[in-house]
């Protein structure tokens, strides 16, 4: 994503978006949770006002040099949005720092209540900004897609999140690590990719296929460029997307190394400090 600051049709500024933006910033700076930002908001179902308290902190970390390179996309799995009383995903900002090298080591003291998913990344190589914007759209408009491991991490005290909490903390977005495998999408079905999310020792610890991230991650990314383009932000050339979980997360214990790997794009690795 580039950093054009073109005007979004989000709610109005205001002092619960205000309040609510500053408690998940502390957290950031501090690496220590705060309570759950909803309870800013009378409405639980206000989803401009999250997405507003999102978009605050963007702002405020774009004055302060951080450098956007894309998006996630989370809520994709049909199960999470039935818990959390959803009918649709929703997103988060990437950020240059936030990638990690694949095979790195990563340093637990940068997150707070970490997890990994396993996901397919896309990259971009020509922008996504069409008004009515299709499938093959995405097709035409991705360079490659590489396997991912997303680290989320929530600043909500034990995870105890809801709708607001997530989309206002940028859709609970941690690091993420692209592995080194690129794979262009003409005639590659990513529906039927099986995905296995390993620890250290070979033991399986989350698994699926391409059908369950909104029954193929070209409809993820596809979902992201609209509501991008409807916000006056579209999805640019050289953006990476992650396109949402294609199986359970698994939570981070101190030394865990996790392996990543999907079928036909290869493995991604990534391991933590004790």
Same mark, same amino acid.
């Given at each position: 994503?580039?950093?054009?600051?073109?005007?979004?049709?989000?709610?109005?500024?205001?002092?619960?978006?205000?309040?609510?933006?500053?408690?998940? &910033?502390?957290?950031?700076?501090?690496?220590?949770?705060?309570?759950?930002?909803?309870?800013?908001?009378?409405?639980?179902?206000?989803?401009?006002?999250? &997405?507003?308290?999102?978009? &605050?902190?963007?702002?405020?970390?774009?004055?302060?040099?951080?450098?956007?390179? %894309?998006?996630?996309?989370?809520?994709?799995?049909?199960?999470?949005?039935?818990?959390?009383?959803?009918?649709?995903?929703?997103?988060?900002?990437? &950020?240059?720092?936030?990638?990690?090298?694949?095979?790195?080591?990563?340093?637990?003291?940068?997150?707070?209540?970490?997890?990994?998913?396993?996901?397919?990344?896309?990259?971009?190589?020509?922008?996504?900004?069409?008004?009515?914007?299709?499938?093959?759209?995405?097709?035409?408009?991705?360079?490659?897609?590489?396997?991912?491991?997303?680290?989320?991490?929530?600043?909500?005290?034990?995870?105890?999140?809801?709708?607001?909490?997530?989309?206002?903390?940028?859709?609970?977005?941690?690091?993420?690590?692209?592995?080194?495998?690129?794979?262009?999408?003409?005639?590659?079905?990513?529906?039927?990719?099986?995905?296995?999310?390993?620890?250290? %020792?070979?033991?399986?610890?989350?698994?699926?296929?391409?059908?369950?991230?909104?029954?193929?991650?070209?409809?993820?990314?596809?979902?992201?460029?609209?509501?991008?383009?409807?916000?006056?932000?579209?999805?640019?050339?050289?953006?990476?997307?992650?396109?949402?979980?294609?199986?359970?997360?698994?939570?981070?214990?101190? %030394?865990?190394?996790?392996?990543?790997?999907?079928?036909?794009? %290869?493995?991604?690795?990534?391991?933590?400090?004790?």
């Amino acid at each position: 994503m580039t950093q054009k600051t073109n005007s979004s049709p989000l709610s109005p500024e205001s002092a619960s978006i205000r309040m609510a933006a500053d408690d998940l &910033y502390g957290a950031i700076q501090d690496r220590r949770p705060c309570a759950p930002v909803r309870a800013f908001f009378a409405d639980d179902k206000d989803i401009d006002s999250a &997405y507003a308290v999102q978009e &605050y902190n963007w702002k405020r970390f774009l004055a302060e040099g951080r450098v956007p390179i %894309g998006h996630k996309i989370g809520l994709t799995a049909a199960v999470v949005q039935k818990q959390l009383g959803v009918d649709q995903p929703d997103f988060g900002i990437l &950020y240059a720092d936030t990638r990690v090298p694949d095979g790195e080591q990563v340093d637990l003291s940068r997150l707070i209540h970490a997890k990994v998913e396993g996901e397919i990344a896309f990259v971009l190589k020509s922008d996504l900004d069409k008004p009515q914007l299709a499938f093959e759209d995405v097709i035409a408009a991705t360079d490659y897609v590489s396997p991912a491991i997303e680290i989320v991490d929530s600043r909500i005290q034990n995870w105890d999140i809801r709708l607001l909490d997530t989309v206002a903390d940028n859709a609970s977005s941690g690091l993420f690590v692209l592995g080194g495998a690129r794979r262009g999408l003409q005639g590659l079905d990513l529906t039927s990719l099986r995905m296995t999310l390993s620890n250290g %020792g070979g033991r399986i610890a989350s698994q699926g296929t391409g059908a369950d991230c909104m029954g193929d991650p070209v409809l993820a990314t596809l979902w992201l460029a609209r509501k991008a383009v409807a916000l006056g932000r579209p999805l640019r050339a050289g953006d990476v997307v992650l396109s949402g979980a294609l199986g359970p997360m698994v939570p981070v214990t101190p %030394g865990s190394r996790f392996v990543v790997a999907i079928e036909k794009l %290869g493995e991604v690795s990534v391991g933590f400090g004790n």
